[in-house]
């Protein structure tokens, strides 16, 4: 199991920019019934806590307590603690699964048998994520060079299924289309910073390095954007989606 975000789970559920509502309202709108919905991965809860009004019930897993422990307290939202290929859920109960940004970090066989286990024939499962970010030419420049080169070193391998968008990743499920949907947020630069520093490749150089190379970075940014002045920052969401048929 892969945890690159229990230690700073809080600075986590800070910074993580929020999904739209057009994602949102082109799943759901491929759900027949909303009864029970499971998502993986779920982090600090920010998908689970949507599902919950739209679903009677919502299941929520993470490998990471410290995650789980950021996640909003929602009345029809029951959090655990387990890995994505074992779970505790009955066979045959989940309507919808959703992976948000964090289906890369999976043994994608073993957690494909277990969504084919707990979902109901019919049931949609949704992945997707998110890419790097843009600003402008001169953000943006500065933002690939630290991603490539400063961090680039400390991604695990997994990150080049992020950098290729899901594309050619198994996934054996009766395909929907997929649009293109984008986050968009009006960010300060200690925001853009902030999150640049949750970054699992970011958390691993400074435990290698003892140093938090988003400082340099920051100073270097300054130049060109004003660390109080708001500009709208837009990340490009890709996804898969499918209908789970049962065998």
């Not at 892969?2 to 230690?7: E, L, N, R």
């Not at 994602?23 to 027949?32: G, P, Q, W």
Request: net charge negative; hydrophobic share 40%; aromatic share 14%.
């Amino acid at each position: 199991m892969k945890d690159y975000f229990s230690g700073h789970a809080k600075h986590y559920a800070s910074f993580r920019p929020v999904y739209p509502d057009e994602l949102y309202n082109f799943i759901l709108s491929h759900v027949a019934r909303k009864a029970n919905a499971w998502d993986c991965g779920t982090g600090n809860g920010q998908v689970a806590r949507r599902l919950a009004e739209h679903f009677d019930h919502v299941d929520a897993s993470d490998i990471s307590q410290k995650q789980i422990e950021q996640a909003p307290n929602v009345e029809n939202v029951q959090y655990h603690v387990c890995p994505a290929e074992q779970t505790p859920f009955p066979d045959n109960c989940f309507d919808l699964i959703t992976v948000a940004q964090a289906l890369h970090w999976f043994d994608l066989e073993k957690f494909y048998a277990e969504v084919t286990r707990v979902a109901v024939d019919g049931a949609i499962i949704a992945v997707w994520g998110y890419g790097l970010n843009t600003v402008n030419r001169e953000i943006d420049e500065l933002m690939i060079d630290f991603y490539s080169n400063t961090t680039g070193p400390y991604w695990d391998p997994a990150r080049r299924l992020v950098e290729n968008r899901y594309e050619g990743i198994p996934f054996p499920f009766e395909t929907i289309s997929f649009p293109g949907f984008a986050i968009t947020v009006a960010w300060t630069l200690h925001d853009y910073i902030g999150y640049l520093r949750t970054w699992s490749a970011t958390q691993a150089y400074i435990k290698a390095n003892s140093i938090d190379p988003t400082i340099n970075l920051f100073e270097r940014m300054k130049s060109f954007w004003n660390p109080d002045e708001s500009r709208i920052v837009t990340f490009p969401i890709f996804g898969k989606m499918g209908t789970i048929r049962k065998r």
